[in-house]
């Protein structure tokens, strides 16, 4: 299965500031993911990261807060912007392949917001 | 609409014990359903999952589950704990209109092993 790196593993950030989460697959996949774990929580999957085309948000999430790009088949980013303290989350990109009916995930991104 | 429900969010067992973490799922079409494990720290690895084919699905690391209809549960179990085993275990359902890889977790549940 595909193996997916994320960067940066953690981060302290100011309130205010935006931080950009760099999600990169080892092979090409169809789809791209981008989910939100909160402390103590599940997850809940922010966007759809369209390669070519603007991403699929869900209910709850929008473009201005959580920007995401895609560039190709093999890489994708989220920024958080404008980061507050509820934004203390931890960030996971996951990826399938086509056919593979699984998803892949990525060791996560933890973010806190001071 | 789709959801998972955990029973239990910590389930604590001695090691060489029978584990079951339990999940029920809501779905208004027949459902694909998974079981991911985060270890401390890591992201989610894929333990099993159910597509429809076979109800008894057997999984990595000794883990199998039983997708039961009649009751909508998807328990996982495992014969014999080992302390490796200690970690969170999501349960998840593939979300209605959105494939098989748009997924609804469930809350989790944290799985400690004792000597």
């Known amino acids: 299965s595909a193996v997916i790196s994320q960067k940066p593993s953690r981060d302290i950030c100011q309130r205010g500031t935006s931080l950009t989460i760099q999600c990169q697959v080892d092979s090409q996949v169809t789809m791209m993911f981008w989910y939100r774990q909160q402390p103590g929580q599940s997850l809940t999957l922010i966007a759809t990261a369209n390669q070519g085309s603007e991403a699929t948000y869900e209910s709850g999430f929008v473009i201005d807060k959580f920007p995401i790009s895609r560039p190709n088949l093999t890489f994708s980013t989220l920024t958080v912007s404008n980061m507050s303290p509820e934004d203390s989350s931890i960030y996971l990109c996951?990826?399938?392949?086509?056919?593979?009916?699984?998803?892949?995930f990525g060791a996560g991104s933890r973010l806190t917001v001071l | 609409a789709q959801s998972v429900t955990q029973l239990g969010s910590h389930v604590s067992v001695s090691e060489g014990a029978l584990v079951l973490l339990r999940c029920n799922y809501s779905s208004s079409v027949p459902p694909y359903l998974f079981w991911y494990v985060q270890y401390p720290n890591q992201g989610l690895q894929l333990l099993l999952k159910?597509?429809?084919?076979?109800?008894l699905v057997k999984g990595i690391n000794g883990f199998e589950a039983e997708f039961k209809k009649s009751e909508t549960s998807f328990h996982l179990t495992k014969p014999s704990a080992h302390m490796s085993d200690a970690a969170e275990y999501f349960c998840a359902v593939s979300a209605l209109g959105g494939g098989y890889n748009k997924l609804i977790f469930g809350a989790g549940t944290r799985l400690a092993v004792h000597p």
């Open positions: 996951s990826a399938e392949e086509a056919g593979a009916n699984v998803l892949t």
């Open positions: 159910y597509t429809s084919a076979a109800t």
